[in-house]
């Protein structure tokens, strides 16, 4: 029996025969054929994509319920949410903010704590002075802890920036990406601290150098010429600094020039995922580890010897 | 005719998909089997090229962020704001903040780390579950709306599709020397864009505001018999002489009190 291999790639091995011993042939005595990889390949997908549709058929009629169910949300309430003016107004006010979303885990932590607060003040077994006094501790906590993840989510903000950069040069298969945003950014950096040192130094020869120091690519070059020169250009005295190119922006530029695709939807989420995700790390980091395992002891120790002394002096007033 | 070895192309171009590892085994169990009765070797590569080669040694490089359940993990991260908070809290409060806790020296209060690590535990197992279920059917609601706002009546979403689209064209409008021409349109189709997306990023968090509340009292009420029976842990009462010490020199009992045990500086 003769079977012809033949892979999608390698068409040079097209007319490769191959021969199969006797006994196993035995099994297709009545049978000759020619078998295509790529159609076997092929046939072997459709059972698999059969074989994922009778699973999902056993979910049907979930994932129907769910999808009805979503819809209705989304018709009856979602919708009118986001119609809604408040929200519109919220929205709008904070449409600049580069801190939308850490705001927002701050404003679920707040309500958290407040209710603790509250709790504490509306205990009965506790006197007066001691409910105010830990009502502060909490409240202290949580706006220095809150203070804390923010300060720590901005100082993380450009390594995580670089390890995202890494992460879209890994998807695009594109080796020069994380290369090439590293070196405009540290040519900008580098530009920058020269103007620092000296205001009335030459922009156009700090870029020039800077260009040659980090042996930036053609692509890199470009866009770092670019943003000099719209930095000069807009500047109406002499130039202070040179703004930084965020990764975003980046990408857009490198779209527009056409050293890239067009970023897919689902890239662009992932990529937004990732600050996201950052935000994630560093507010549940301090909320739910740092807070509790570090701050809260060493706070009610404070708050335990605060109200020590307090009463220790109020006997002493009593005393006299 | 003579071939080698069994190579598979490991671009990001093939994925790792079940599907495609599966095609791949069937070709390894046919190629196998032809070496097996013939005396010649395979050599099998989707597309070999010098790309493919920098893309397998950038991969090896690449670690964690070339995995695909890391690429499904950023999705859901994206579009499901306050379920992956609560599952990063869950990885912190749940493994982290216990090991940290029974760490920690001083072997005389083992039952109360014991006690102190259940109810982180159980605190945030709760948290995940109970903002998964309660949030969930929301953000693929709010997906819905985002995708098609006709289809689910959101007139300001619709009007905004609309004006957006009408802007984007005017925005990348460009003169001979490649200048924008239309700054004004530039600005506002950015300032939409900013609107949509501070919309959205509200819109998928403010429910977290509003099951903070209720998710904290329902943490309170079931963690004690969760601990009691589910991991066996009770907190146990203090003796009776301890009690009288504590009346001379006053203590904060009231901070081993559940709702006292919860408090972490403002988290859920």
Redesign the interface.
Known sequence: MN?S?N????NT?KQ?S????QS?SKQFTSQSFT?N?SK??DA??QV??QAAKDKSGFFKPFSNF?DK???N???Y???K???SKP??Y???K????NN??QH??????????G??MQ??LT?D??DKD?KNT?AVN?GL??LL??AGAYSLDKYLKTWWED?TA??V???L?D?NFEKDFKDIKAGINHVNKELKRDAKADVNKLAEAAKKELKMSETASLLFDRNVTKAVKNSDGPLKSIPKIPLDKFMDKLVKENKISPVSK?LS??????G??RS??V???V???F???V??KPA?IL??KY??HK?SKTEENNKK | MKINSIQHDMTLKQGNSRLHSHSRDFREKSNGSMYENTGYSTNYCGSFTGKSETAATAIKKGGILTKNWFNKFLEKTFNHNIATSALVALGLAGVMRPATIMALPGKKDKEDKIYASGHSLASAILGFVASTVITSPLDTAIQKVFGDPEKYGSKKLTKIKRISANLEKRADMRNSAGEIINRKSRELFKAMNRHKNSLETLAKNVPDWIIAVPRSILTIALIPPILKYVFGVEKKKAAAPQKENDNMTPKMDFLEKPVFQEFKGGVK
């Not at chain 1, 927002?104 to 704590?113: F, N, V, Y």
């Not at chain 1, 989420?269 to 990732?274: A, D, E, Q, T, V």
Request: proline share 1%; net charge positive; hydrophobic share 40%.
């Open positions: 079977v291999f892979t999608n790639s390698l091995y490769n191959y021969s199969f011993n196993k078998a990889t076997l390949a072997a997908e698999v994509e769910y169910f979503t819809d949300i989304a018709k309430f979602t919708s949410v986001v119609d929200l519109g919220v929205a709008d904070l449409k600049n903010s939308l979303f927002c885990l701050t404003i679920g932590s707040m309500i958290t704590s209710l603790y709790k504490t205990n077994k506790l001691r830990l909490q906590t949580f802890s809150t390890v890494k992460y040069g890994l998807q298969q080796k689902e989420s992932r990529i937004k995922g990732m996201l995700l994630m790390l507010f549940g980091f909320y739910r580890y807070v509790p395992v701050v809260t009610n708050c335990e109200l020590a009463q």
